[in-house]
């Protein structure tokens, strides 16, 4: 039996070799129109599979889907939570439907009109509904220049970082999907040569380049996930801009970690890619040393071979890109990350945010963030329209771009773009 991720695949639809959305990876997201409302989609190409109108059509009737209205939903948590078996038996109808040989959506107009939609007729929704958000810190490269900037450049990783995957929990009311405004955020900041702090807009607003995944099933307290169940747990993955704002950070940050530097707002891209899709791109992560406690050792390769790009462009101005990365160069990896959250007996829900925290590689090309780019604000970076930037000016936007490629087959996650508006 032919399997959806297989490189041989080819769709009806014709679709571009630089596509982010071939047959092989089908994402799911939720989309509306000016004549339908929210429901779920399937990015194909430069188009949107409406699964609603496929299971209107009969196309699904095969399935287990008790109930085909689950498409007509406003966030993709009621279908995540139907489980793997569910997830990937769905995948895989899509896959059967728009394969160049299949002629039940190809070979009838009418059909094709109602399950087809043009992705620039499309509004794109935030894709679930966000139970809880865990901000991890998993970044070697991240977290080695930060402790150079601002704690021992003898020693810059605390003590506990290359133990355990250092994390945090976040607000999860202001997560945005892409293309939503950023504003900038005022709080206390305090300059070294003050005595005391002010407070107005930050003047020091950050992104921050990473990766999320979102689970699919839920937990009862006190239960444990083990590195090797957690691949169960994890529905799909989107880019994740963590919005900071460095100065309110550095004042706050201590004793109790990020606050309002970080609050304010945090976004994703519209497209969840599942793990299915991006299993091939598996490879073998770093050696952790010291060797990590044994609830936290894996098998096999749980890392994944991600391109990651940032572009920053002015207002009314050409883009320029900034950094390029990749999730590989991740220390911990997503099963670390899900068995430390529930070592402690925490319980998840469907719906849940865990993002990777900043990925930066050891070359400067490839740091994550304007504090590492620009060092501090000490190597501002100069912009096609000749203007510099230490950190983000209102009117700016961020433009965050990530693919898996092999075998000449590309997995991506369009596009996650905001742009900074001044404090309300």
């Known amino acids: 039996m032919i399997r959806a991720n297989d490189p041989h695949l080819h769709s009806w639809i ?11 990876n089908l994402p799911f997201g939720i989309f509306s129109t000016a004549t339908r409302d929210p429901r779920m989609g399937v990015a194909i190409g430069e188009y949107i599979l409406d699964l609603y109108a496929v299971a209107q059509e009969g196309l699904f009737d095969l399935l287990s889907l008790e109930d085909p209205t689950i498409f007509h939903t406003p966030t993709l948590n009621p279908f995540i939570a139907l489980g793997k078996p569910v997830w990937r038996e769905v995948r895989e109808r899509v896959s059967v439907l728009l394969r160049n040989d299949n002629p ?3 070979d009838n107009d009418a059909v094709m009109k109602a399950c087809l939609v043009k992705k620039q007729e499309a509004t794109l929704h935030l894709p679930i509904k ?21 704690r021992n450049p003898e020693n810059p990783l ?23 405004p950023v504003f900038r955020p ?22 921050e380049l990473e990766v999320a995944f979102i689970s699919g099933r839920a937990t009862d307290m006190g239960s444990f996930v083990m590195t090797d169940e957690a691949d169960d747990y994890i529905f799909g993955l989107v880019l ?32 969840v890619v599942t793990l299915d899709a991006l299993e091939p791109f598996r490879v073998p992560g770093p050696d952790q040393d010291p060797k990590v406690l044994p609830y936290l050792t894996y098998d096999g390769h749980k890392h994944l071979d991600i391109n990651l790009k940032v572009y920053l462009q002015p207002a009314e101005d050409e883009s320029l890109l900034i950094c390029q990365s990749n999730t590989k ?15 402690n007996g925490c319980n998840l829900e469907v719906g849940d945010l865990y993002a990777s925290g900043t990925i930066s590689g050891s070359d ?3 740091y994550g963030s304007m504090l590492e780019v620009t060092w501090q604000g000490s190597k501002p970076i100069t912009l096609p329209n000749g203007t510099t930037r230490q950190f983000l000016n209102d009117g700016d936007t961020i433009i965050m771009k990530g693919y898996a490629e092999r075998n000449s087959i590309r997995v991506g996650f369009g596009e996650l773009r905001n742009k900074v508006f001044p404090t309300l």
């Open 14 to 24: 014709q679709i571009s070799p630089t596509s982010d959305f071939p047959i092989q």
């Open 104 to 106: 039940e959506i190809r």
């Open 130 to 150: 966000v139970a809880n958000y865990t901000d991890f810190y998993s970044s070697l490269d991240h977290a080695t220049n930060v402790g150079l900037m601002f």
């Open 158 to 180: 605390l003590p506990n970082w290359k133990h355990m995957p250092v994390g945090y929990h976040g607000r999860a009311s202001s997560i945005v999907v892409s293309g939503q």
């Open 186 to 207: 005022q709080g206390q900041t305090k300059a070294p040569e003050t005595a005391l702090p002010s407070f107005g807009p930050t003047n020091e607003l950050d992104f």
């Open 240 to 271: 994740f801009n963590d919005w900071s704002a460095r100065d309110l950070q550095r004042w706050e940050h201590m004793p109790l970690g990020p606050f309002l530097g970080k609050s304010f707002a945090s976004s994703i891209s519209p497209w």
């Open 329 to 343: 160069y991740l220390y911990w990896n997503m099963n670390q990350q899900l068995a430390h959250q529930t070592s």
């Open 364 to 366: 400067p090309d490839t």
